[in-house]
Nanobody
Framework: QLQLVESGGGLVQPGGSLRLSCAASGFTSDYYTIGWFRQAPGKEREEVSCISMSGGSIHEADFVQGRFTISKDSAKNTAYLQMNSLRPEDTAVYYC????????????????WGQGTQVTVSS
C-alpha cells in the first residue's frame, strides 16, 4: 500500500525555521516525484516545491525565493522541506504528494497524498 506521512509542523515565531518530512512507503522504485503543497484557511491549495526522488531535479514556486529548500534521502524514501525566515503568511496546512516519474514541474495531478501537517507562524 502506497502511503505518505508528513511530520515536522508546529508553531514557530516569525523569522524562525521548520523542517517538514514526508516519509514514503510501499513504493517499489524511486522513479517518482514528491511535491509539497500548502493550503491556508480560505485559500486555494498552492504548490510549493517538488523533487524527483531518483535524479534529484527540483522545481519550486516563485514565492519560495530561497527561503525554502526541498531535498531527499532516497535511502529513507523521505523528502524534506526546510523552511527558513518564516512569515505569518506561510501559515497553512502543508501536504506532500507523490506521482510517477519526473515531469519537470510541480503542477498537475498526484496519485497519493499525505494527511497534512499544520504550520503556524505567529508571535
Amino acid at each position: 500500500q502506497l502511503q505518505l506521512v508528513e511530520s515536522g509542523g508546529g508553531l514557530v515565531q516569525p523569522g524562525g525555521s521548520l523542517r517538514l518530512s514526508c516519509a514514503a512507503s510501499g513504493f517499489t522504485s524511486d522513479y517518482y516525484t514528491i511535491g509539497w503543497f500548502r493550503q491556508a484557511p480560505g485559500k486555494e491549495r498552492e504548490e510549493v516545491s517538488c523533487i524527483s526522488m531518483s535524479g534529484g531535479s527540483i522545481h519550486e514556486a516563485d514565492f519560495v525565493q530561497g527561503r525554502f529548500t526541498i531535498s531527499k534521502d532516497s535511502a529513507k524514501n523521505t523528502a524534506y522541506l526546510q523552511m527558513n525566515s518564516l512569515r505569518p503568511e506561510d501559515t497553512a496546512v502543508y501536504y506532500c504528494a507523490a506521482r510517477d516519474l519526473w515531469w519537470g514541474y510541480c503542477a498537475g495531478a498526484y496519485e497519493i497524498w499525505g494527511q497534512g501537517t499544520q504550520v503556524t507562524v505567529s508571535s
